[in-house]
């Protein structure tokens, strides 16, 4: 055991929100480990994200607790999406009087909390800096298989959920050339393309289709029909979830949802391989990688990030710099102001080089 060194926080909070990831309990070890070996502090597990804490659902973790989880997927802590600043007051019917922002309150102050430590998405630092400014000492970690937060060059989940994705595409290749048949995986990403872009690419998509670039089904039938002209019967097209037409692009959200309820497709990737089918007469076949993108252990990169984001933030919990979010910014761990992520998304840039590589290697974008 190193020396103990002086830290400002005593006791801190911990919990993890919306959809989990790989790396996960990685960056949980990170942040307690240093937290208790390097600046003995006492540590509140709170379970099921925010939800736990409206409820008083917690443990104190001990060094068993957050050793030997370096590589297990998931998080030890349990996840919700509980959105407390979302329901209007008094819909949650406690004894503090139905208000989700006033329990948080009570048990923070009932815990004795010098500060809470929120590992989550945009959603979930943006509850964190909402609730910095109801008072709380608040530091954020952020984590997602999108990629999609603004104020880090990069969150740990992307690359394991790349690995998982392009593996995915390598094996799409070898049925679609079999049977000649156009193949259409669809990958999670919300509403930003960095993980279809990224897999699209990792895995020789011959079409990446992304949310930032609403797509051209007659584009995409002509770069399909000069395949199979230049020999090849078959193709993989890659299509993030929140991909959409230039039609549904041009729609108010209220008018795209009535559209698409319409149609039978259950999502995106059904919806692109029968519009491909009517165009094209190939055979289209339609795979929704989903949830395994988020499963299992995380990759060694992801590994890395996690914990230097785990104990980056033990470290600012130590210095007592709360509402800050811990960040990769370059090749350097910092911290960003809490109200940096708030309701933001980062989304591809157009100009992003990696669209450039995409097309540079011959791949469709959709238009
Ligand atoms: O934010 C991670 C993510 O996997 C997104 O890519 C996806 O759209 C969403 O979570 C799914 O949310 P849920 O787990 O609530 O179904």
């Known amino acids: 055991m190193g020396t103990i060194l002086q830290s400002v926080t005593k006791t801190f909070g911990i919990l993890t929100a919306g959809g989990d990831c790989p790396g996960l309990n990685a960056a949980i070890r990170g942040v307690c480990r240093a937290a208790h070996d390097r600046y003995d502090m006492t540590i509140i597990g709170i379970a099921n994200g925010y939800r736990g804490l409206i409820d008083g659902n917690y443990r ?23 959105k407390p600043f979302k329901a209007s007051r008094g819909e949650y019917d406690n004894e503090l009087g139905g208000d989700k922002v006033a329990a948080i309150k009570e048990n923070y102050r009932k ?68 049977h000649n048949r156009i193949m259409v995986i669809e990958l999670m990403g919300h509403k930003a393309g960095w993980l279809a872009l990224y897999a699209g690419v990792a895995g020789g998509g011959d ?6 670039i609403p797509y051209d089904i007659n584009a995409i039938g002509r770069h ?40 039978v497709a259950p999502s995106i990737g059904y919806r692109v391989a029968r519009e491909i089918e009517q165009e094209m007469g190939m055979e289209t076949k339609a795979t929704v990688l989903g949830y ?40 350097e761990m910092g911290s960003v102001d809490l109200s940096v992520p708030e309701g933001k998304i980062k989304t591809v840039p157009v100009d992003h080089y990696m669209i450039d590589t995409a097309i540079s290697v011959g791949t469709c974008m959709g238009i």
Request: with cysteine; glycine share 12%.
């Open 224 to 263: 399909l029909v000069k395949r199979v002209q230049s020999g090849k019967g078959f193709s993989i097209v890659v299509v993030s979830e929140g991909a959409l037409s230039i039609e549904e692009a041009r729609m108010e959200k209220k008018e795209r949802k009535k559209y698409r309820e319409q149609t």
């Open 60 to 82: 104190f973790l001990k060094p068993q607790d957050f050793w030997g989880i370096l590589t297990r997927g998931g998080t030890i802590l349990g996840a919700s999406r509980e």
């Open 111 to 178: 815990l004795h909390l010098d500060c809470l430590v929120v590992l989550g998405g945009n959603g979930t630092n943006t509850t964190g800096y909402l609730l910095s400014r109801e008072g709380l000492n608040v530091v954020g970690l952020p984590k997602t298989i999108d990629n999609d937060i603004v104020g880090t060059d990069r969150t740990f989940g992307f690359y394991s959920a790349l690995a998982i994705a392009t593996e995915a595409i390598d094996r799409l290749h070898s049925t679609a050339q079999s």
């Open 292 to 331: 395994v993108q988020r499963g299992g252990i995380p990759s060694a990169s992801d590994r890395v990030l996690a914990t230097s984001l785990g104990t980056a933030a033990a470290d600012l919990l130590a210095r007592g710099e709360y509402g800050r979010m811990v960040a990769l910014i370059g090749n």
């Open 207 to 212: 079409v990446i289709l992304i949310p930032e």
